[in-house]
């Protein structure tokens, strides 16, 4: 990996007949070979304290940001833009994912962190396969059973089954990494509540 932006709160913008999403605010590395470096943005003034540190761990490259905001921000979609080292580039869009209240990152109230093991196990053997789709969603029932995961407005009638677009790739590969801990809790459960209130995923 060689280039990594992560762009917040995003709005769509027409430039010359084309429509593009414009952040508010962006997050820019890039590993030159010799050297990486980083920058800012759009509000610059908004973010500070920027660390970045890259390494490799399974045959994955990970990059990790740590920065703090300087002032608050509404609830905002992310955009994360990667680059290859021949450039080819991959878009993910985490939606309603991060707000920020009195300088302090919040990614949704309604997630506790309170994961039982076995549902991360479950999560693991789902992405491999070993598990079929319906016993993963008995696991998601399970949280919103417990208050673990809160869906609001939402009829909860706990029928096990999957909307009509099917559950997307991405969420197993989610799945995959959270159960290695590539990434946090918070991360995962942040997607299955999007898939949920989405009508992705019935409950």
Avoid: C
């Avoid at 890039?30 to 490799?56: A, C, F, P, W």
């Avoid at 093991?117 to 029932?141: L, M, R, S």
């Amino acid at each position: 990996m060689s280039h990594v932006e992560i762009h917040f709160n995003l709005h769509d913008i027409v430039v010359g007949g084309a429509t593009i999403e414009e952040p508010v605010v962006s997050i820019v590395w890039n590993d030159t070979g010799r050297e990486t470096l980083h920058g800012v943005y759009g509000n610059e003034e908004m973010i500070t304290n920027i660390s970045i540190d890259q390494k490799i761990e399974n045959s994955l490259a990970l990059v990790t940001f740590e920065f703090e905001f300087t002032q608050p921000l509404d609830t905002s979609t992310l955009m994360v833009k990667i680059w290859d080292e021949e450039r080819n580039p991959s878009k993910n869009f985490f939606y309603e994912a991060i707000r920020v209240v009195d300088n302090t990152s919040m990614i949704d109230d309604e997630i506790s962190s309170s994961v039982p093991i076995w549902v991360k196990n479950n999560a693991g053997w789902w992405a491999t396969g070993e598990i079929d789709d319906h016993a993963f969603i008995q696991g998601i029932q399970y949280l919103i059973q417990q208050g673990i995961l809160e869906i609001p407005a939402i009829d909860q009638t706990f029928e096990t089954t999957a909307g009509s677009q099917g559950i997307p790739k991405w969420v197993k590969n989610n799945a995959g990494w959270w159960a290695d801990s590539l990434i946090s809790e918070r991360d995962f459960l942040q997607g299955i509540q999007y898939l949920i209130k989405n009508g992705i995923i019935q409950v």
